[in-house]
């Protein structure tokens, strides 16, 4: 099992391929729609966002005696911010994207050249999930509410995660495209 | 055992709260059938992860997936205008309670309500039937899968060839985006809406049912076949498992129309029913 520390630099991304699986430990950031959308339309964004580890996740949490708790944290679809991530990567040098379902070309390439990977989170398997991001350092943006702010986690076992498009243009969903596309053809021929 | 009735939409929070946090005993068996014949190292290792998760959210009492969707009801049995109050409240009461994640928003502005209603949610069905009992069944919908539905007006020329291949391309191309292994819920017949409407109905079969329409049967059949053939596999990252089950549901339609829909559950798919007997005694299932 290999575990990443989060955050990550250059190097450790670049080490990675697709196929392995992952833990990560240390801090995970959370962004969907509009967090990626305040983003790229600050002057002056949060530094957390720097060198981070990108969680595509709106969680459940529980605020307890102005103490927040994480109940439920799986990954949302990413492919909703396939016109954004490009510009985070390369703006924000963001070292690991987490979500479920992949992303399109134009994400690829920039987490080829700036040195970033895609890793796929299990669906749905938020409590499993939540657990390893153990605590919560902080929120921003609350304002955009719970699903779509910028929670901030240290995580201690966050995963597994499958290394699913990695600094080399290299992509499972591609290779599974491929085949899926075989079975369309046969049956619409 | 002596049951004390409890207001209705207490009821409502126990139903919620069971379909979120337990999947029904139908379901995992689906998922136990598909590790034991999966032969993906990855996709094995998914469900893996999925069951694991089920077991956690159960024994811990939270819900299963971040997404706790927007409920869907369908009331049937003995209905009076106090219900949607009932369930209303219930929802109210629950968002924060089980929790809930607060997930409506208004579709302009996006401004979220914050207790999950808003105009027109939630979104209620009614089926009175005759009897003194009422039942209650809720279809937790997330959007990851929701957002996959499809509908297409063929034409009755397209026939059984063209059904399987809008069907086949409805599921292949939303991979991994509703959390496969998916439920798939196809509604054939009625009109445009009847048909979206016969797709979701359709999820609310368990999935050791077995479909007694012939011509449905086998067409459920063949597509398994299909679409487990195809290699998506468990969130899209390739194996022998896309889908669970397939269920079809059917209705007559203008003999000029042939409206198909696909509504997808994820593996995640949640359910669960309530009869509320005449004494106000409940009694839940799944
Ligand atoms: S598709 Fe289902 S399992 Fe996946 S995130 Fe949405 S609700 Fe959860």
């Known amino acids: 099992m290999i575990t990443l520390y989060s955050p990550m630099n250059e190097k450790d991304v670049r080490g990675l391929r697709i196929g392995q699986v992952v ?85 690829l390439k920039a987490m080829k050249d700036v040195g970033c990977v895609y890793l796929a989170a299990i669906g749905g398997a938020a409590v499993s999930l939540a657990e390893g991001l153990s605590e919560v350092k902080g929120v921003i943006w609350e304002d955009l509410g719970m699903a779509e702010a910028m929670w901030i986690f240290d995580a201690s076992q966050f995963g597994p995660l499958v290394v699913a498009m990695d600094a080399h243009g290299n992509s499972i969903y591609k290779d599974v495209n491929a085949k899926v596309k075989r079975t369309m053809e046969r049956i619409q021929s | 055992m002596i049951r004390m009735p409890i207001p209705l939409e207490d009821v409502v929070v126990n139903l919620l709260r069971l379909a979120n946090t337990k999947l029904p005993d139908d379901v995992g068996w689906a998922l136990e059938a598909a590790a034991s014949w999966e032969t993906n190292e990855i996709a ?36 009076d205008a106090s219900i949607e109050e009932g369930i209303r409240e219930g929802l109210k009461k629950a968002t924060p309670l089980i929790p809930l994640r607060p997930n409506t928003v208004h579709p302009l502005t996006r401004k979220n309500s914050g207790d999950n209603l808003g105009d027109g949610m939630p979104i209620i069905h009614y089926r009175p039937t005759d009897g003194d009992f009422t039942e209650i069944t809720v279809l937790p919908k997330g959007a990851g899968s929701e957002n996959m539905t499809r509908l297409a ?23 991994g985006r509703p959390c496969p292994p998916t439920i798939v819920g196809v509604g054939i017949g009625g009109t445009s809406d009847k048909c979206v409407e016969m797709a979701k109905e359709a999820l609310l079969r368990p999935t050791d049912s077995v479909n007694e329409n012939d011509e449905e049967r086998e067409l459920e059949d063949e597509l398994f076949t299909i679409l487990n053939s195809s290699g998506l596999g468990p969130m899209g990252l390739g194996g022998d498992t896309t889908v669970l089950r397939v269920h079809v549901k059917t209705g007559y339609c203008h003999t000029a129309s042939l409206p198909v829909a696909v509504n997808l559950n994820c593996w995640a798919a949640r359910r669960a029913t309530v009869r509320i007997m005449k004494d106000g005694t409940a009694e839940y299932r799944q």
């Open chain 2, 153 to 175: 007006m063929l034409n009755p020329a397209d026939g059984a060839d063209g059904i399987k291949k809008f069907i086949v391309s409805a599921v292949l191309e939303a991979g």
């Open chain 2, 44 to 79: 094995y290792s998914q469900l893996g992860g999925i069951m694991d998760n089920m077991k956690k959210a159960e024994f811990t009492g939270r819900p299963m997936c971040q997404d706790t969707g927007i409920p869907v009801f369908y009331v049937s049995g003995k209905i």
């Open chain 1, 23 to 107: 833990h990560i430990k240390g801090t995970v950031i959370t962004g969907r729609d509009e967090m990626h959308m305040r983003a790229l339309s600050s002057k002056k964004a949060p530094e957390e966002l720097n060198n981070s580890t990108l969680f595509h996740c709106g969680p459940i949490m529980v605020s307890d005696n102005n103490e927040w708790k994480v109940i439920a944290a799986g990954p949302t679809t990413s492919a909703r911010m396939n016109s954004m991530e490009a510009e985070m990567i390369t703006r924000f040098k963001i070292r690991a994207v987490i979500g479920k379902g992949g992303m399109d070309d134009r994400t």
